[in-house]
């Protein structure tokens, strides 16, 4: 019933910038929050950044100054834009969407999207 869609992610070298947009979709009544994971190879899934309906953020502290976490609420979409990106940062991203409510009187839940590669390399 809800899809989150990735996009953004790709190749960059290292100091370059990218933009990641993920877009949730369905019958959605609300959304708590929304933020971004990231999985390297080896390594466990930890959280990036994520932000609250009302706009509260958190960041991970290796990306405190560099990634910045947004939100549209109308279009239930979440942006994530890093800057002076590092090759540690290369990882798999994932976007989720914590207790979503189908409908008014839905259970909340939380969601993934497929998640999306980001490399960092020269």
């Known amino acids: 019933q809800v899809q989150l869609v990735e996009s953004g992610g790709g190749l960059v070298q290292p100091g370059g910038s990218l933009r990641l947009s993920c877009a949730a979709s369905?019958?959605?009544?609300?959304?708590?929050?929304m933020g971004w994971y990231r999985q390297a190879p080896g390594k466990q899934r930890e959280l990036v950044a994520d932000i609250a309906s009302g706009g509260s953020t958190t960041y991970a502290d290796s990306v405190k100054g560099r990634f910045t976490i947004s939100r549209d609420n109308a279009k239930n979409t979440v942006y994530l834009q890093m800057n002076s990106l590092k090759p540690e940062d290369t990882a798999v991203y994932y976007c989720?969407?914590?207790?979503?409510?189908?409908?008014?009187?839905?259970?909340?839940?939380?969601?993934w999207g497929q998640g999306t590669q980001v490399t960092v390399s020269s």
């Open positions: 369905g019958s959605i009544f609300s959304i708590y929050a």
């Open positions: 989720n969407a914590e207790r979503v409510r189908v409908g008014f009187q839905g259970v909340p839940r939380d969601y």
